[in-house]
């Protein structure tokens, strides 16, 4: 099972980042992802074959289309070979599905071009399970290959977030890094024997609860 750990408290230092940098090392940890300021510090400090991703317009993608194009480009120049892109829910909020996928397209053409994985965070909360699944089909149709069901600001029940990866892996057979608040082994075995494609991880705390 893929499993990444994301760097992306607004109290996250560089302290922070290096332990968490020496404890995915130690349990070989799929992937990490950071925030924009950190990258060029720490991504040259990812291990080879390790995902090293950046987050953008995080936590809700209610940036301009242009300002998360540059961010994106920003990203990639600065060591990201992944990008964790926020979809912008006001233009699903105001209907503007069009305005919507173009706005992950443009994106998307980046990554494509400088061979860098893209990964979308659209949160379940705020959609019924058939607008989320027809959503996701519009996107995977785009060339998206990954979901990630929350962007992991607010409270969110580690099983009612693997229920709907679940429910969206079947529904439109992509991949989905459930992100629930995992923090105990038992969750964490719960979650491997599901079948889900990857997990991520929040808290250092549980880190050490699950793999020690």
Same mark, same amino acid.
């Given at each position: 099972?893929?499993?990444?750990?994301?760097?992306?408290?607004? /109290? +996250?230092?560089? %302290?922070?980042?290096?332990?968490?940098?020496?404890?995915?090392? @130690?349990?070989?940890?799929?992937?990490?992802?950071?925030?924009?300021?950190?990258?060029?510090?720490?991504?040259?400090?990812?291990?080879? $074959?390790?995902?090293?991703?950046?987050?953008? /317009?995080?936590?809700? $993608?209610?940036?301009?289309?242009?300002?998360?194009?540059?961010?994106?480009?920003?990203?990639?120049?600065?060591?990201?070979?992944?990008?964790?892109?926020?979809? +912008?829910?006001?233009?699903?909020?105001?209907?503007?599905?069009?305005?919507?996928? !173009?706005?992950?397209?443009?994106?998307?053409?980046?990554?494509?071009?400088?061979? %860098?994985?893209?990964?979308?965070?659209?949160?379940?909360?705020?959609?019924?399970?058939?607008?989320?699944?027809?959503?996701?089909?519009?996107?995977? &149709?785009? $060339?998206? &290959?990954?979901?990630?069901?929350?962007?992991?600001?607010?409270? !969110?029940?580690?099983?009612?977030?693997?229920?709907?990866?679940?429910?969206?892996?079947?529904?439109?057979?992509?991949?989905?890094?459930?992100? $629930?608040?995992?923090?105990? @082994?038992? &969750?964490?075995?719960?979650?491997?024997?599901?079948?889900?494609?990857?997990?991520?991880?929040?808290?250092?705390?549980? %880190?050490?609860?699950?793999?020690?």
């Amino acid at each position: 099972m893929y499993h990444d750990f994301i760097c992306a408290d607004r /109290d +996250n230092t560089s %302290v922070h980042i290096t332990q968490v940098l020496c404890v995915s090392s @130690k349990h070989s940890f799929s992937g990490l992802v950071l925030t924009p300021c950190y990258l060029k510090e720490f991504a040259p400090k990812i291990p080879s $074959g390790t995902v090293a991703s950046c987050v953008i /317009d995080f936590p809700f $993608g209610m940036s301009a289309q242009s300002t998360r194009v540059q961010g994106t480009i920003n990203a990639i120049d600065r060591g990201a070979n992944s990008i964790d892109l926020v979809a +912008n829910f006001n233009l699903c909020a105001d209907k503007k599905f069009s305005a919507f996928y !173009d706005d992950i397209q443009a994106v998307y053409d980046i990554c494509k071009d400088k061979d %860098v994985i893209l990964r979308v965070v659209i949160d379940y909360k705020l959609f019924n399970l058939e607008m989320l699944a027809r959503i996701c089909h519009s996107i995977k &149709e785009i $060339g998206i &290959e990954y979901i990630i069901p929350s962007n992991g600001v607010f409270l !969110d029940n580690w099983d009612d977030n693997l229920a709907v990866s679940m429910d969206l892996m079947k529904k439109v057979d992509i991949n989905v890094i459930t992100n $629930g608040n995992v923090l105990r @082994k038992t &969750e964490y075995q719960a979650v491997k024997d599901s079948g889900i494609f990857g997990v991520r991880l929040h808290s250092l705390a549980a %880190v050490y609860q699950i793999f020690n």
